[in-house]
């Protein structure tokens, strides 16, 4: 998994993706954790008109993979985007999901001036690199919204995010087969609604991978 940069590891030390610890040096796997074993978790987001939106993680989102995508979120660890891509990008291969360019769900422009990055846009970057796909920035935010993670009810998500996203004015999505990446899927409101805009700015199919899922487990 983590590869050994001799010179770069003395400026960034890798770190276990699990507990987020420095590895002893010259060591690729920590000796507190055992790794998760990734899997193909299917769920099936309803969309209002009616049709079923794909949603593919390699994990489930809880105990150690939780923690990691927490600090991957909130802690500013980039360097995880690295690992979730990995496991993002073998599942497009191992599926063969059909797909003409990846993109991700945006966060605010001010929520990205605070937190520094945009965790959705490193994920699909780093896995339109393993797979060497374009990844081309699609969305907008239309407007500022209430943080997902902090709302409960599916319901108060599905309101937070209506009409929330865009294409963005020269962005090409006609004809095209969208891979939409995201950290997490919850209820599936955020992906429901870019989705939705992909849709009627003329992609032809969406497909939703995340790093992890959080709702139910179910096999379209
Ligand atoms: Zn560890």
Redesign the pocket.
């Known amino acids: 998994m983590a590869k050994r940069r001799p010179f770069l590891d003395l400026f960034l030390p890798p770190r ?1 993706p ?2 987020g ?1 420095v590895l002893p040096y010259g060591r690729t796997d ?1 000796p ?2 055992t790794p998760v074993k990734p899997d193909t978790f299917w769920g099936a987001i309803p969309q209002p008109d009616g049709e079923v939106l794909p949603c593919a993680a390699p994990f489930r989102y809880q105990g150690a993979i939780r923690q990691a995508l927490l600090r991957f979120k909130f802690r500013g660890e980039v360097e995880l985007a690295d690992f979730f891509a990995g496991y993002i990008a073998q599942i497009a291969e191992e599926q063969e999901l059909p797909f003409t360019v990846l993109t991700n769900v945006p966060i605010s422009p001010w929520r990205k001036l605070r937190r520094g990055y945009d965790q959705g846009a490193l994920l699909a970057r780093a896995a339109a690199k393993c797979i060497r796909a374009p990844y081309r920035p699609l969305l907008r935010r239309r407007r500022h919204i209430r943080q997902q993670h902090f709302l409960l009810s599916t319901r108060a998500r599905w309101d937070n995010v209506r009409n929330a996203f865009a294409v963005r004015p020269r962005a090409k999505v006609r004809g095209e087969y969208v891979l939409l990446i995201d950290d997490i899927a919850t209820t599936g409101a955020t992906l429901s609604a870019c989705a939705q805009a992909l849709r009627q700015a003329g992609a032809k199919g969406v497909v939703c991978l995340t790093a992890a899922l959080a709702g139910r487990r179910i096999r379209p």
Do not use: I
């Open positions: 276990c699990y507990c610890k920590c507190d954790c």
